[in-house]
């Protein structure tokens, strides 16, 4: 019984319904133009390129040539309002006209002055043939507006024919009322006494009302007098009611109450959209594809979230504003990571979207050695790093100079790189990040073992960020070997302290002369006392120290080799100093060094040691002195015996029992007085007596971080 009576309702408002527009005709849903001949067309930009074919046979009646018909049409194009448009037939004899190619249309509406060509190209030529008959369906226009139409031969002929025609007014849209009700999440629409209107929900995009996704999408026919309660799945800026009768080419009414409703730009409208993350470790891109309801074109900026929760603050980061193409946002030098994220603003509203894939393209763990943080680096991708030590006050944590670098090169295989910094005093932290990049996080690890809240900036780049923090605990530490670091450290300082006096420069002087330091890398008690003397020369007595270990980023770059000549180069211009540690190591080394170059065995290209002993052998030879070259050992490590006969004629100091001397003669000072280097000796004595009385060393602590 529903089914006829849903009939009869309809049946009952088709009647009610206004009728067509005269002369309109049947509706068209795009731009065409049909010939009795192959045909091809072409049109100005007021109108999109309509599509030429051939007709047989000829719909409707001919027209005796020449001839030129108007007529009002409506084209209603898929998912868009209808509107009025001007049909136009043509005929043209086939007798005098055997060299026309073509004809051209040329529109103009009065009132608006909107003006339009079309030309119509026959594709053959054929002699004799039968008279010209097209129809352009067809040109828009406004209703109530006069469209004037020329037509002419191409090449002209002298023909031209012209006609105006009088588009009628169409009338007025369908009538209803609405209301939103929020707590229904829905839109009520009334139908006043009258005609059925068809009225839906849809969302307005820049030519066409779209309807809303399943199960919203509702087209419902509510008679004169009811009303209907649709509802909705999101508020959003271009949710819109539309009415129509229920015929086809029905004029429509449509009403966006919603465009400057502030509820409309809050979270439903981030709900609405969808993201799509397509960023990437390998190419250092940022990269995400907006889906949309409505027509947005936010703008994108980076911001780092303090924690993964999705409450978590996301701070912004200057300078940091993405491209956008189609409703594609990319930003290139990024590095990577679930925190690192988009915050898109449209109005007042804001949301940020983070990396859908929790994995990073790079991990840091950190040992301690000593007074040295000992950092390993892997990555995927090809990436340099930078580490700095720096000290918490205030609650901010500010990198410190100098800054420690080291590249994994392109084409390399994603490996392990390692990282040697001293630490300098008790609760120095080190921040961490990737150095070849724009925007990239810092890792904060510190010393003590605790987590704090940072809010200081930093940044790879131009980015700035908090940076990400990890605890690094160390377990309790005795002296023992290592402990000879500690020693040594606490020495040069005492040192520095009672006799500053003695090595103050002079008025006007330049700073600590730089001092090369080379040694072998023969153990980690001796790599821990090269770093912490040249920690202490650098920190104490203001020398420029270059340390291979602290540039690993420039002998990466330029080569082990070509990295040793430059500085060599560099210190001798600055009458500076080339500090080489001797060991047990060290011996054994040039041991092998001279059988080598004896037998003319080629050499490591990234052996520094063999280098240094290369270039300080040819200084030797051709001067007889080794100028700038002074030579120390560690007494604990080395003996005198273990210094070969052609190096001894270098100034050679015993550590620490000369450590003022050797201060002295980095200084360009006179030797320190005998109470310095009493107060030197009693200090170190002192020291190993308590790390003899402790015992071994224990492991290092680690602790890694993301």
Known sequence: MEQPV????????????????????????????????????????????????????????????????????????????????????????????????????????????????????????????????????????????????????????????????????????????????????????????????????????????????????????????????????????????????????????????????????????????????????????????????????????????????????????????ASEEEQAYMLDKVDIHPQLCFRFSYGNSSHVECPHHPETAWNVSVSTRGLQLHLHLTSSVPAAFSAALCQRRSGQCEPEAPLYTVTQLEGSA?????????????????????????????????????????????????????????????????????????????????????????????????GGRPVLLLYSPDSEEHLGLVCALAERLRAGLGCNVHLDLWEAGGVGQAGTLPWLYAQRGHVGRQHGTILLLWSRGSAQLFHRWRVGAADGSPRDAHDIFGAAMACLHGELGAAGYGGGWVLAYFSQLCSPHDIPRPLRPLPTYRLPQQLPRLLGALRGSPPAPRRCRGRAEGLLHQLLEVGAREGSPQPPGVAAGT
């Open 414 to 510: 994603p490996g392990e790189l390692a990282l040697l910094l001293p630490v300098q005093i008790l609760g120095s932290c080190v921040l961490v990040w990737r150095s070849d990049v724009r925007f990239a996080r810092k890792q904060l690890l510190c010393p003590d073992g605790e987590r704090a809240s940072w809010e200081a900036t930093g940044g790879g780049g131009d980015g700035q960020m908090p940076p990400f923090t990890s605890p690094l605990p160390v377990s309790r530490r005795h002296f023992g070997l290592l402990g000879l670091a500690l020693a040594l450290g606490l020495v040069v300082t005492v040192v520095l302290l009672n006799c500053r006096g003695t090595w103050r420069p002079a008025a006007g002087a330049p």
């Open 6 to 321: 849903l009939l009869a309702v309809v049946a009952a408002a088709m009647l009610l319904l206004p009728p067509p527009l005269p002369g309109s005709g049947a509706a068209v849903t795009r731009l065409r133009v049909s010939a009795n001949f192959e045909c091809r067309a072409t049109a100005d930009r007021t109108l999109s390129r309509p599509r030429c074919r051939q007709s047989r046979p000829w719909p409707g009646p001919l027209l005796a040539p020449p001839a030129l018909a108007l007529s009002g049409a409506r084209l209603c194009p898929p998912s868009r309002p209808c509107q009025p448009c001007l049909r136009v037939r043509l005929a043209l004899p086939a007798a005098g006209l055997d060299d026309v190619r073509g004809l051209q249309l040329n529109f103009l509406e009065l009132g608006s002055n909107r003006a339009g060509w079309l030309q119509v190209w026959r594709r053959h030529r054929a002699p004799g043939s039968s008279p010209w008959q097209v129809q352009f369906d067809c040109f828009p226009a406004e209703s109530g507006h006069h469209v004037l139409v020329s037509l002419r031969t191409i090449p002209d002929r002298g023909l031209a024919i012209s006609h105006s025609h009088l588009l009628a007014a169409e009338p007025p849209g369908p009538i209803f009322a609405h209301a939103w009700v929020s707590e229904e999440r829905a839109i009520k629409v009334w139908v006043p006494e009258g005609p059925a209107l068809m009225v839906r929900l849809c969302h307005q995009l820049a030519l066409e009302c779209e309807e809303l996704p399943q199960p919203f999408h509702r087209q419902v026919l509510v008679l004169g007098g009811h009303h209907v309660s649709l509802p909705y799945e999101f508020l959003v800026p271009c949710l819109c009611v539309e009415a129509s009768y229920p015929h086809h080419d029905s004029p429509r009414s449509k009403r966006c109450p919603f465009r400057d409703q502030p509820a409309a730009y809050g979270p439903e409208l981030w709900s609405s959209v969808r993201f799509h993350d397509y960023s990437t470790s390998s190419k250092d891109q940022m990269a995400m594809v907006l889906s949309a309801s409505c027509p947005l074109r936010p703008r994108a900026t980076l911001c780092w979230r303090e924690a993964a929760a999705e409450t978590a603050p996301c701070h912004d980061i200057p300078n940091s504003t």
